[in-house]
């Protein structure tokens, strides 16, 4: 080592004085050593202290993890990956004991599910057409336009107008039997899935209102209906709502960016990031409080389909009319 090395050319001595100055060398050589092993040892430390924080570091941005405004941001479902299924399970909230418990169908088991394996995206794609086909009739002069095919609600300008009253002429020439089937099927197959998850028969369960499709640009808000990004919880929001399924039509930084589906849990965000064909559902208590992020550029597609165990609120698949 460079200090020893320095001091063993300055040792010439040999006995009497020597002797002293021989013991002081080595105290000042072995003090030497004691502080280059003991720089050495915190220079070792200090190595890894920075291998640790980069790995940890490295693991938080490796896109399962990241350090957000709000505490950690986790991504349950990246756009890029097809998902078979995956489930994860919450505390149910206790805004199930505030209304008629249907034993069998009201929430027991709480928590989300994300699926690409039930809807394809080629179904993805002819479903976003019947949305993009009914949407051109209307369209919100903000950024977020609406179109309930059970209640022919469709976004126009600041307002709403019943589509099948005020484009009845359109309207047999806009929608096809077909897409009515695809509908019924697609709403079929979420429910199967949802009843599964829960453990619930899928005859307990109905669909509710609204069940609508939206499109989502980046357009300026210009009335409440617009502000799709504030968190909230459907069953509040909705009322009939048990069990809460959004279909995809469009894919997260391919067709738009932003418009994340972000999960608000205490210290955590979780996300799932729109894929066409993707199906995500949840109960739809507290438990799972969400916001949709804002979009940034381009158009997003997406249907809401919602289920209650409520028969009095049950509704029929939408129909042609
Ligand atoms: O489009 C989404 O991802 C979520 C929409 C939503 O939260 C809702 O319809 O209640
Ligand atoms: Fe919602």
Excluded at 40 to 57: E, N, T
Excluded at 271 to 290: D, I, K, M, Q, Y
Aim: proline residues 3%; glycine residues 10%.
């Amino acid at each position: 080592m460079a200090p020893q090395r320095r001091a063993g050319s300055r040792t010439p001595e040999s006995g009497g004085a020597g002797a002293g100055a021989r013991a002081e060398e080595r105290r000042r050589l072995s003090s030497g050593v004691k502080g280059s092993v003991q720089k050495d040892s915190r220079r070792k430390w200090l190595k890894v202290a920075f291998l640790l924080s980069s790995a940890m570091l490295g693991y938080l941005l490796s896109g399962s993890y990241l350090l957000g405004e709000d505490g950690v941001t986790e991504v349950l479902a990246h756009q890029g990956e097809s998902l078979q299924y995956k489930f994860i399970e919450v505390p149910c909230s206790e805004d199930y004991d505030s209304h008629k418990r249907f034993e069998g169908c009201t929430p027991r088991k709480c928590g989300r599910g994300i699926t690409d394996a039930i809807i394809s995206r080629e179904e993805a794609e002819r479903i976003r057409r019947i949305a993009e086909k009914g949407l051109s009739l209307g369209g919100s002069d903000g950024g977020a336009s609406i179109l309930d095919l059970h209640s022919g609600a469709l976004s126009l300008g600041k307002h709403f107008v019943n589509m099948y009253r005020y484009f009845s002429d359109k309207v047999h020439d806009t929608f096809t039997e077909e897409d009515f089937h695809l509908y019924r099927d697609v709403r079929q197959r979420i429910q199967q899935k949802i009843a599964l998850t829960f453990g619930i028969s899928s005859s307990s369960m109905y669909l509710t209102k609204p069940t609508f499709f939206s499109r989502i640009n980046n357009s300026e808000a210009k009335t409440t209906h617009d502000e799709y990004w504030h968190p909230h919880i459907d069953k509040v929001t909705y009322g009939s709502f048990d069990y809460t399924s959004l279909l995809y039509l469009s894919d997260y930084t391919e067709d738009f960016g932003g418009g994340r589906f972000v999960f608000m849990d205490e210290g955590a965000n979780r996300t799932v990031e729109p894929r066409a064909g993707r199906v995500s559902f949840f109960t739809s208590g507290s438990e799972n409080l969400h916001h949709v992020e804002k979009v940034h550029w381009g158009t997003r597609y997406a249907i809401t389909i919602s289920f209650t165990c409520n028969p009095d609120h049950g509704i029929g698949d939408p129909v042609l009319t």
